[in-house]
């Protein structure tokens, strides 16, 4: 477990390493190369409207050792927010030390907080058994619905 942790909102200064995770979690679960240029682009955007989510980053002495997104979805039905979790890494040589449980505590507290959050929110890769694990030792647990998406 990691305990000199400190979980803040990232800001520009650590969009180079926000870029660097992104390109490498997609790579870890999809196997997917991402632009630089447009992963840059896209968390500039993030991180303007923390009205529609949040990045999250985890640091120890100085370095950011993991980061979160966050999106918010009203739900009408219970009248408050979804907080979708959502770019989850933790940089490899730092996995296994409770830093994404660091992360989750502090999406929740935030939520909790906020008075209007209902519930906290991720998606997985279906095959991804190792993060599966990680959510259920959370207490989280698997959802009724599948998601459908069509790409624009």
């Known amino acids: ?3 000199e942790l400190c979980i803040r909102d990232a800001t ?3 969009l180079p390493v926000l870029v660097r ?3 490498a979690l997609a790579w870890d679960t999809e196997q997917r190369r991402l632009s630089p240029q447009t992963l840059s682009a896209g968390i500039t955007r993030a ?3 923390p009205e529609l989510c949040r990045y999250y980053v985890a640091e ?3 370095k950011v050792i993991g980061q979160t997104m966050v999106t918010f979805e009203v739900t009408d039905w219970e009248d408050g927010l979804v907080h979708w979790i959502q770019s989850v890494f933790v940089d490899p ?3 296994g030390r409770g830093v994404f449980r660091q992360l989750y505590q502090h999406v929740v507290n935030t939520a909790t907080a906020a008075g209007d959050g209902r519930r906290v929110r991720l998606y997985v890769e ?3 058994d190792t993060a599966i694990a990680t959510y259920k030792r959370l207490g989280m647990h698997q959802a009724h619905f599948h998601i459908y998406e069509t790409k624009l």
């Open 126 to 128: 279906k095959d991804n």
């Open 47 to 49: 991180l303007a409207a």
């Open 93 to 95: 040589e730092h996995r």
């Open 12 to 14: 520009l200064k650590d």
């Open 60 to 62: 120890v002495d100085g």
């Open 1 to 3: 477990m990691v305990t």
């Open 21 to 23: 995770f992104n390109a």
